[in-house]
Nanobody, 115 residues
């Protein structure tokens, strides 16, 4: 079955960096478009970035463009989100998703940006 396990979150000061990881299993990862989303309590889940399986083409939301970078390692079935120049408004629980399996979500990883 599809499993997604996010990690790497934590507390960071404004301007700091974090690298999130998402270990995937149960589906053909190397052929899957992978995305990161985030959610703040009381708000809808927000799409952050995606990466294609072949060629590693990426796209990201305007709110994180130039600060966040999505990447993947198909040999490790893992997708990453490098987050730089973090702002308090980036505080959220971050989730990864395989676009072909939209019903499946991991437990998420909490990112808190505060001084």
């Amino acid at each position: 079955q599809v499993q997604l396990v996010e990690s790497g979150g934590g507390l960071v000061q404004p301007g700091g960096s974090l690298r999130l990881s998402c270990a995937a299993s149960g589906f053909p990862f190397s052929t899957a478009v992978m995305s990161w989303y985030r959610q703040t309590p009381g708000l809808e889940r927000e799409w952050v970035a995606l990466i294609t399986p072949i060629g590693g083409g990426t796209s990201s939301a305007d709110s994180v463009k130039g600060r966040f970078t999505i990447s993947r390692d198909n040999a490790k079935n893992t997708v990453y989100l490098q987050m730089n120049s973090l702002k308090p408004k980036d505080t959220a629980v971050y989730y990864c998703q395989a676009d072909s399996y939209p019903r499946y979500w991991g437990q998420g990883t909490q990112v808190t940006v505060a001084s």
